[in-house]
């Protein structure tokens, strides 16, 4: 990243870091739309109230006020009416998929990519404006468990297309969890939740004090609790490890069995790109089973890229429910560590491949031809603005990074030059294409970038 | 459109609502890309101070606050250090220039695709959310004048490839404008244009009064600054009405001839698609050369649905100066018309082209095998979750607007319905294409849609 934001935490982007990111989200939309997922976008705007449904969040919201607000408008702070920014995708999501049940058809499958906005203490991996891309399925009543599976495999391959370092979704299950804690005697299952989530930051040690202090844990419940969060497998053989612990109970049956059908599609169709791992939690409480979070192998301690999980009753209107499962990628984390790390970059910084040089002042009309035929057959082309010496043309073509010049003679002869190796060759505008690799900007990892220079 | 918005002013579109919006904006960035302008995005918040620095216009903005503020955090209203909502893209795009000036080369073209926020009272073809697409080129010290000529091709050529009526760019120039009062004799330029501004509202009649009152003019001054307004040709023939006014001014002579240029260029580029319109005045005070207002025939009332014009001093950093010129299409006001009057439409509500049918319940893994082979050729597909009677699974398909149903049989014989016709064919994952028109979803005028049902 050559610059710093010029405002804490709202990072920008120059224009050959900009095709970074709009290379990963046409790479995410394509594969969303590949899987059948729809386009939708929500209001940037929630009322305080909506945001405020599932309370804790408050912190990190911001609120919203006219400069010059009119005599009578209502605009206290704790007015549920009171305008603020969404800070996430699934509950503004939640709140049109209610407003909006009579005009789709369930199971509803959309993608959603855009800004949120959260008022965090701005550090690396975490901004006050960032992009998200979420996928959800939502069912009408209800929603067959195969979604689960689903929507691990679209992640997975939608991750695998973009230029980033391996990944793994690492993924466990509520019911698991809950099960497990019930049949262990630990009936505040949100709270050993809590404290399991923590074990990442503070360790087992702490954690077995948090369980025994905070929820009247046994020495022998705390270390049950610590033994199912140490399992992590890469196939389904953490379904012996967890009967091994010797408990029993429904609900653990219940998502033994889930994350088995899971985890056992991944290891066919996604294979080493997915773990059961049984100490994921996820702190927001309306998970019911599958939850996830997605590391970076070697970025570890950047945070989970990709996270989310089933949901049985975000959104609800009467009696009517809408389960749902989804993900959701933290887009601007990603390219700011792409971009940081150098991990890919564009081959040039415009989207132009051609700029058509002025021979004379008034040939400017003849360039624009040229260029609109170039243009029809899908070369992004430019026209020089003066007549310069041919020598300044190419020096600014070459300052923009545009790798083609072409040339008019008097005579009406084309003539198109490569300037990075200085070949020239005589072409007409109706039929010369550039390499493919030069039509448009190409987005590779460095490892593809410097593969390639070597070859 | 079916619904109204759940909060006035803010937008929502349903999926198939969503799929006219994204066409309009992927077909705008391809214009766009094809003549080289490279996109950025700017944060969607600036300081007041940097909002407020052109003055009148803090009205319409929305200022932010945590909803939890930190002890000491400054925030008052009148603070320009406070933060606040973006109400276009033209003041963020200065502050972007002057911030990176030293990571850009000049003259930069970008275009900018995003959301904007004014709090004004919301009406048809006015809304409190709204995208815009800006196109700008922005010069180091000098632009040549001919980006002018090629910013409104451009423009032209991205409304021609939308699903929208007939269009108009009504093209004017300030330096003619104002060249012409002095010319007169009346040199509060900027309040004779703000009163011409008015025109369409007022009319000439009230326009003269305003002028005799609020400037001192004469009735023949009043009289022939409406003489100049009331000149629209489509073609260089202004010129010489102008000059029939026996005006003498060296401002208006440059403004006479940057205006000619781009007409004379229109006519031939862009025929019947521009207009000389000597009324349009634009309201906003950095304009100091050309300025364009956009109408759609027929629309007229739905105001202008593409604006800008050329400035030579928004942007400065110290002695540096960067002149632009620039258009911003209203796509959301333009949108919103599009499906409020039907104007065009997709041909399917879900990017599913392909429903995979279970024969068995477990024969989801195979299913997915088939839908992977239709993806890897780029076709969007869908595997049902149940295997309930096949009637079922084409009706799920039906509803979601999905055209085609796979089956497999148990003896592994691919075929593939079209629901729609009800004709059905044996078929391979691996070869079978659907019609090109069925492969992804299409948007097409209402015109276009009635003349392929009667075709």
Not at 252 to 272: F, H, T, W
Request: charged share 25%; with cysteine.
């Amino acid at each position: 990243m050559a610059r710093t934001a010029s405002l804490s935490g709202f990072p920008e982007w120059l224009p050959e870091e900009r095709l970074v990111e709009l290379h990963v989200l046409d790479t995410l939309r394509r594969v969303f739309e590949l899987h059948g997922f729809a386009s939708i976008e929500t209001r940037a705007v929630e009322t305080v109230g909506q945001l405020l449904r599932k309370g804790e969040i408050d912190k990190e919201v911001y609120g919203l006020s006219r400069l010059q607000e009119d005599e009578g408008e209502a605009k206290g702070k704790g007015d549920h009416h009171a305008l603020a920014l969404h800070f996430d995708l699934t509950v503004p999501f939640a709140r049109y998929v209610v407003e909006n049940a009579g005009y789709l058809s369930f199971p509803f499958r959309r993608y959603q990519i855009q800004k949120v906005w959260r008022g965090e203490r701005p550090q690396e991996g975490r901004a006050r404006e960032f992009t998200q891309a979420d996928i959800d399925v939502v069912g009408d009543g209800e929603l067959p468990f195969r979604y689960d599976v689903e929507i691990a495999l679209v992640i997975a391959e939608a991750l695998s297309a973009l230029p980033i370092p391996d990944f793994r979704l690492r993924i466990n299950n509520r019911k698991l969890a809950e099960g497990f804690y019930r049949g262990i005697g630990l009936e505040d299952t949100a709270g050993v939740l809590r404290s399991i989530d923590k074990l990442e930051k503070i360790g087992p040690a702490k954690v077995a004090e948090l369980l025994k202090a905070e929820l009247g844990a046994t020495d022998e419940q705390a270390q049950k609790a610590l033994q199912l969060a140490g399992i992590r497998t890469e196939d389904t053989s953490f379904v012996a490890q967890v009967r091994a612990l010797g408990v029993s109970n429904d609900l653990l049956e219940e998502g033994l069995n889930e994350l088995e059908q899971v985890i056992d599609a991944a290891v066919q169709r996604a294979p080493g790109k997915v773990l059961a791992d049984l100490s994921i939690a996820r702190g927001l409480d309306y998970y019911t089973g599958t939850v996830v979070e997605t590391v970076l192998v070697g970025h570890e301690q950047l945070g989970s890229i990709c996270s989310g999980g089933r949901y049985d009753a975000l959104a609800s209107k009467g009696n009517r429910k809408f389960p749902g499962v989804g993900l959701s990628i933290g887009v601007t984390r990603l390219v700011s560590r792409i971009l940081s790390q150098d991990l890919a970059k564009a081959s040039r910084s415009v989207p132009t491949a051609v700029l058509v040089a002025l021979t004379h002042d008034d040939s400017w009309g003849a360039a624009q031809d040229v260029a609109a035929q170039l243009r029809s057959r899908g070369i992004p082309t430019e026209v020089a603005a003066k007549a310069e010496k041919f020598g300044k043309q190419i020096k600014f073509a070459d300052r923009r990074g545009i790798p083609y010049v072409w040339f008019t003679d008097d005579d009406g002869t084309h003539q198109v030059k490569d300037i990075r190796s200085g070949e020239q060759v005589v072409a007409a505008p109706e039929t010369w294409m550039p390499p493919a690799g030069d039509l448009a900007v190409q987005v590779a990892t460095a490892d593809a970038v410097a593969g390639a220079v070597n070859a």
